[in-house]
């Protein structure tokens, strides 16, 4: 680690790069699901995806020793219309990175093709409101977003868990960009999402930001004022987080 730092509640741990941040996340990650299992006898996870969250993948389902049969894993956002099967869902993303990887005891997607995505989104809300969820991972979005919840459709005292959004032109910007649709016309316009006020609901958040892309949201999420204009500034106020960062994504908070 090449430095530590803490933001009003949220602990900041930077690293020496992507891979080593990954790493530093998932041992951290892995420590969280073991205490949960231990106390609860079984671990409710829910996971973000999309290219900064590769590292903490790759490195996670490495965790042998954790007992995969009690971790029950849910996800965050799923665009709107896309099927299980096309390769920018983020079903398809965790089944590939995930599931199949370590074939978790429960595995609950998020359906954003469903007929009725209304429906869809009050049946993900009633998984979510089963138990408490121990472990999140949130990633900070180009735009400062966390899941779906951009800035104009974020809100900290949301009174739902799941819904439906539309997505800013930044952060379809930023889908395309990252090469998981051929352009930006392609990107999705809508998609479910958990909503704020359910993720900070989760009792810890492991937080995976690298590349210079994200800079300048994690900078505004650290230092900036705490808003829905910049989502993931809430993770100031959560009692469990801690942030991981490489030089790149934490270039602009100086020493």
């Known amino acids: 680690m090449l430095q530590a730092a ?3 509640n949220a602990h900041v741990r930077i690293y020496r790069s992507n891979e080593a941040l990954g790493e530093a996340a998932a041992d951290h990650a892995a420590s969280l699901i073991q205490s949960a299992i231990a106390n609860f006898g079984r671990a409710r996870i829910m996971v ?4 900064s969250q590769l590292s903490l993948a790759t490195a996670l389902v490495l965790h042998q020793e954790i007992d995969w049969g009690r971790v029950e894993v849910f996800h965050m956002d799923e665009y709107a219309g896309i099927s299980f099967e096309h390769p920018s869902s983020f079903r398809y993303w965790i089944r590939n990175r995930i599931e199949e990887k370590v074939w978790p005891g429960r595995m609950e997607y998020l359906k954003g093709d469903a007929s009725d995505l209304t429906a869809e989104a009050a049946r993900y809300s009633a998984l979510l409101a089963e138990a408490p969820i121990h472990l999140a991972f949130v990633g ?3 735009n400062g977003h966390i899941a779906f919840n951009d800035p104009g459709v974020a ?5 739902l868990s799941v819904k439906l959004v ?3 032109d930044a952060c379809r910007r930023q889908q395309a960009g990252e090469g998981h649709f051929p352009n930006f016309d392609s990107v999705p316009r809508e998609a479910l999402t958990v909503t704020c006020s359910s993720l900070l609901r989760a009792d810890a958040w492991v937080c995976a930001v690298p590349e210079r892309r994200k800079a300048e949201a994690v900078c505004r999420a650290l230092t900036g004022p705490i808003t829905p204009a910049c989502p ?3 993770v100031r106020r959560h009692p ?3 942030v991981y960062l490489d030089p790149e ?3 602009l908070l100086g020493s």
Request: charged letters at 20%.
């Open 232 to 234: 993931a500034s809430i």
């Open 240 to 242: 469990n987080a801690t």
């Open 155 to 159: 809100d900290f005292e949301d009174p």
């Open 166 to 168: 539309v997505l800013d």
């Open 249 to 251: 994504s934490s270039s």
């Open 6 to 8: 803490l933001f009003e």
């Open 48 to 51: 973000a995806t999309g290219n």
């Open 140 to 142: 900070f979005g180009e």
